[in-house]
């Protein structure tokens, strides 16, 4: 051990005459603990959020969409096995997209309406796993000259609104009708609510409903035609790259989106807003900065004759330097500890108890305050705690150093 780290402790192990110096020195320690603390459990909330809500919109939503400029395509068959083609594709379904008026004998509601392929659909968007849409009969066979009601499923919230229940029917109401005598008349069917589905994304769950696609290109006089195509992909990262891929397989008319451009804005805000708090809550630290660099100032002053003595006898200032630099790292190292260990074990608590329940029509998520520990970030907040804390020593340092030993022996 160097001299230096050896008189530094000695400074932190013997009691101070002077019991003020102490007090700053136990609330540097404390500012810096409930700084860090107070980083880790806040970002680590951020970032629980962020993952929570992304899993629950790529629940609820494909990950890759492509559609073709100009409107509705025929032959999707052949553009549909293409891009299964494509690496990285793991899972392609059609669907139709509209919006719709819903009636019921307790309500009416607009929704956005989306025929899909009951087959396919549960590979690509994992809340219709369960979807109860069947296929219409085929033309010609027995069971096609029986009156049928189509099935639709609502989201959770929309059959609220609706007030229906599995089994109540309803009206489909459909701008794409047809001209008669008196004008344009809206297309109207009845569909058998047959199920519901719930992607904890409140927004979804009152807007969509889903029935079979065949139903809808009936209902909306597409005939073989789709909308677009919804597509999963093996790695949610690379579905930027691989949409572009599938572009440069087709070409001109189709375009495509994935799931990071459809929700661009709320990642975006969800970022800066991490980055703020992480700004605001590091001023904490940087108000503990304050008290350590009091601290060391008070501690140089008291110290005056023992740092001209080491002069005298031939340290350096570089050594001098050292000592105090010493004494406060130590006090933001301890400080950085204590608020690890408490934001861990409070992170570790809100993940793995109910503290307060949230309500889905004012949160995303539904249940428990999602945490989720990114050591990418602890390690972020931990360096930047000692960065704050070491530049805190380097004014009461350089003032030790810069002693004249003469001066402060004769007035010490």
Not at 319 to 341: A, H, P, Q
Request: aromatic share 10%.
């Amino acid at each position: 051990m160097g001299y230096e780290l050896f008189i530094g402790g000695r400074y932190l192990r013997a009691k101070h005459k002077q019991a003020f110096i102490s007090l700053i020195t136990i609330l540097s320690v404390a500012g810096v603990a409930v700084g860090v603390m107070a980083l880790i459990v806040v970002i680590s909330v951020m970032a629980g959020f962020e993952a929570d809500l992304k899993a629950r919109i790529l629940g609820g939503q494909p990950q890759v969409v492509l559609m073709r400029h100009g409107g509705p395509f025929t032959g999707y068959r052949a553009v549909l096995k293409e891009v299964e083609k494509v690496k990285g594709v793991k899972a392609v379904t059609p669907f139709i997209y509209a919006q719709i008026m819903l009636r019921s004998k307790n309500g009416a509601s607009g929704a956005v309406l989306r025929g899909i392929d009951p087959a396919t659909a549960g590979q690509v968007i994992k809340t219709l796993d369960h979807a109860d849409l069947p296929d219409p009969p085929p033309p010609g066979s027995a069971a096609a000259n029986v009156r049928r009601i189509p099935g639709i499923v609502l989201g959770r919230e929309l059959a609220k609104n609706l007030g229906v229940l599995q089994g109540d029917r309803i009206y489909l109401i459909s701008p794409r009708g047809m001209l008669s005598p008196i004008g344009h008349m809206p297309a109207m069917k009845q569909f058998a609510v047959t199920g519901f589905f719930e992607s904890g994304m409140y927004e979804y769950d009152q807007t969509f409903a889903y029935i079979n696609l065949k139903d809808a290109q009936k209902i909306m006089r597409m005939p073989d035609a789709v909308s677009g195509l919804d597509i999963r992909v093996s790695d949610i990262y690379q579905a930027r790259s691989i949409a572009q891929q599938i572009i440069a397989k087709l070409g001109f008319p189709y375009w495509a989106r994935d799931w990071m451009q459809m929700n661009r804005n709320l990642f975006k805000a969800l970022k800066l807003e991490r980055r703020v708090m992480f700004v605001i809550l590091a001023l904490i630290i940087l108000v503990a900065a304050f008290n350590i660099a009091s601290s060391l100032i008070m501690m140089v002053m008291g110290k005056t004759r023992d740092i001209a003595i080491l002069k005298a006898m031939g340290a350096r200032a570089r050594s001098i330097r050292k000592i105090f630099v010493f004494n406060g790292m130590v006090i933001g190292t301890v400080g950085t500890f204590l608020g690890l260990c408490l934001g861990l074990v409070i992170c570790f608590v809100l993940k793995h108890y109910n503290i307060h329940e949230l309500t889905g029509d004012i949160y995303y998520f539904t249940t428990t305050l999602p945490v989720k520990v990114e050591w990418v970030n602890v390690v972020t907040i931990i360096v930047a705690a000692l960065a704050i804390c070491f530049l805190a020593t380097l004014y009461p340092a350089w003032q030790a150093a810069k002693l004249d030993p003469v001066e402060a022996i004769r007035y010490g």
